[in-house]
């Protein structure tokens, strides 16, 4: 009587979870990107679409590529990296990327890699070595 029992409960268990099982997507019926980008592209009223090339006035050159975004970065913020980028330059003598960005904090390599780019092209940092073992002093 008790198995009977037990075995009523777990077939009506079974059943209530399987009505809560998600249905199952085969490969064939899953979307494919290619499929929803076909099914916008009809939505879309041809007229509504752009044309497909752009001219430039023959007095700018088209560009190509990503628009640089310099809003974010006020005046004062670059001179207060290249400052620091400078002292720090400064009271180690040599000194090379990682030795920078240990002591200057919320500032990324990368930001103080371009920061040193520019104070090499502007004449007021020397550049020694090559990639990793790059090293930066004072001229």
Same mark, same amino acid.
Request: proline share 5%.
């Given at each position: 009587?008790?198995?009977?029992?037990?075995? !009523?409960?777990? +077939?009506? =268990?079974?059943?209530?979870? %399987? @009505?809560?099982? $998600?249905?199952? #997507?085969?490969?064939? $019926? %899953?979307?494919?990107?290619?499929?929803?980008? &076909?099914?916008? #592209? !009809?939505?879309? *009223?041809?007229?509504?679409? *752009? /044309?497909?090339?752009?001219?430039? /006035?023959?007095?700018?050159?088209?560009?190509? @590529? +990503?628009? &640089?975004?310099?809003? @974010?970065?006020?005046?004062?913020?670059? &001179?207060?990296?290249? $400052? *620091?980028?400078?002292?720090?330059?400064?009271? &180690?003598?040599?000194?090379?990327?990682?030795?920078?960005?240990?002591?200057?904090?919320?500032?990324?390599?990368?930001?103080?890699?371009?920061? #040193? =780019? %520019?104070?090499?092209?502007?004449?007021?940092?020397?550049?020694? @070595?090559?990639? !990793?073992?790059?090293?930066?002093? =004072? /001229?």
């Amino acid at each position: 009587m008790n198995a009977e029992l037990i075995t !009523r409960e777990a +077939h009506s =268990l079974l059943q209530e979870v %399987a @009505g809560y099982e $998600e249905p199952r #997507l085969f490969l064939d $019926e %899953a979307p494919t990107l290619s499929g929803i980008a &076909k099914q916008a #592209l !009809r939505r879309e *009223a041809p007229q509504a679409m *752009a /044309p497909s090339r752009i001219s430039a /006035p023959k007095d700018q050159p088209l560009r190509k @590529g +990503h628009i &640089k975004d310099t809003n @974010g970065v006020s005046d004062t913020n670059i &001179k207060d990296r290249r $400052e *620091a980028v400078l002292s720090v330059i400064r009271d &180690k003598g040599r000194a090379s990327i990682k030795d920078i960005s240990t002591l200057i904090r919320d500032v990324s390599e990368k930001t103080i890699q371009r920061e #040193l =780019l %520019a104070l090499i092209s502007a004449g007021m940092v020397l550049k020694q @070595g090559e990639r !990793r073992w790059s090293t930066y002093s =004072l /001229p």
